[in-house]
């Protein structure tokens, strides 16, 4: 996998804009390359249904076939890149693309924070001593609400995964939004 990070075209993120298509993803970025029928079966889906998720996928190069493994009967996928970003625009139809995928985004999320929570009594004391699920609500402008944001990604994307036996897969989901409910922070 590169690890580098996609932006997308309208039409690409129009395609990702799908909760499965973003599990399929996370699942390949994560857990590494996979058929239809494994990916299927890991999902609950019919291996027709998660072709064609799959094909989408790499229409719009999200996926690349994984070419050392599988043969005529069993193609095997392997995500392209590491991470998805989106870019803040002006244009109205690129704004409801990116709308959809964040809409996307939260289920998948939601679903996963849900696991975690509900995997959480199963962790070794270390694993949970670890993990949070905290929040904060702060008054920021948002130039500085944006400068706090860069910061934590900043400081995400600079640690180091380690080589050593006892570490794993850790998860880091930042949401930062103003309060739902709220407009530039004054209740509606």
């Known amino acids: 996998m590169d690890l580098t990070t996609i932006t997308p075209t309208l039409q690409a993120l129009r395609a990702l804009s799908h909760p499965v298509r973003l599990r399929m993803l996370g ?4 857990e590494g390359p996979a058929t239809a029928t494994t990916l299927a079966a890991r999902l609950g889906l019919n291996t027709g249904a ?3 998720h799959l094909r989408q996928l790499a229409q719009h190069g999200f996926l690349v076939e994984d070419e050392e493994r599988g043969n005529a009967r069993d193609r095997w996928w392997k995500a392209a890149h590491r991470s998805t970003r989106t870019a803040p625009v002006d244009d109205p139809d690129v704004q409801a693309a990116q709308d959809a995928f964040l809409r996307a985004v939260a289920v998948v999320h ?3 924070l849900q696991r975690a929570v509900e995997e959480a009594e199963l962790l070794p004391a270390r694993w949970r001593r670890a993990s949070t699920a905290s929040d904060w609500a702060l008054r920021l402008t948002p130039r500085r609400a944006q400068a706090l944001v ?3 990604e900043a ?3 600079g640690a180091e995964e ?3 036996p006892d570490a794993g897969e850790f998860v880091v989901m930042l949401h930062a939004f103003p309060r739902p ?6 209740p509606r």
């Open 50 to 52: 998660t072709s064609y």
């Open 162 to 164: 380690d080589d050593d």
């Open 110 to 112: 939601a679903e996963q």
């Open 181 to 186: 409910g709220t407009v530039a922070g004054d």
């Open 150 to 152: 860069e910061a934590l």
């Open 155 to 157: 400081l995400v994307e």
């Open 27 to 30: 699942l390949l970025r994560s």
